[in-house]
């Protein structure tokens, strides 16, 4: 095995580790070396996704792209990118272009739902994360857009059982977890709310910019609460 793979092997157990600075490092060594590399360009994009490094993702995916119209790997992920930097209209139409290609793949449908709540389209992000959940019943981020959908439009316990739904097939998934906890605190069960975001703080999956979200949202339920030492 040469050098270059070594090195590869190590980027991808850095990426299943959690270690997304160290993928990051070993990887911008190899693309000097060889910096059209599309399986490089692509790691590099998601491994500045998962260190929440948005916008530069998103110059990644474009890359590899440019090189290959019809990679759907790096069709979606550029998508997902642009939703996280709120490119939302760019997103649509790379979700769309994605989706024409492969119509039932269910992480760019997931992604383009993402989109229409960004959007604010609830109703066509519930559209599509019901057609989600008929194509896996057991997909946890299909019932977390359905919630979001789902709470936009008001229908509220409906939202709660389907976020409900998304953590017990993901206990570890955090956005629902926050979502639920959102849900619980707006409608006056703040306890259950609290309990929600406490429990996601201590999940070892959880990132930066999700833990600093649930510390702020925990200092105005900890003084709505009333405990104010907590706030």
Known sequence: MSKDHKTYDKVKKALVSGQYQLAINLLNTLLKRFPENSEYLLSMGEAK???EEFPEAVT???????????????????????????????????????LDLQPDNIDILTNLGSVYQGLNKPEK????????????????????NLGCA??????????????????????KYVPAIINLAQ??????????????????????NITKGEEDLI???LSYSYLYFGNLEKG
């Open 60 to 98: 990644y995916f474009a890359r590899v792209v440019s090189q290959d119209k019809f990679n759907i790997r790096a069709l979606n992920n550029f998508g997902a990118a642009l939703v996280r930097s709120r490119h939302l209209e760019e997103a649509r139409e790379i979700l769309h272009y994605a």
């Open 49 to 51: 996704m998962r260190n």
């Open 215 to 217: 510390k702020y949202y």
């Open 150 to 171: 789902l709470g936009d439009i008001m229908r509220i316990d409906e939202a709660k059982e389907a976020y409900k739904t998304a953590v017990t097939l993901n206990p």
């Open 125 to 144: 992000c519930l559209e599509i994360a019901v057609k989600v959940i008929k194509l896996n019943p057991t997909w946890f981020m299909g019932y977390n």
């Open 183 to 204: 849900l619980e605190v707006k409608s006056g069960n703040n306890r259950a709310g609290i309990e929600l975001y406490e429990k996601a703080l201590e999940l070892d």
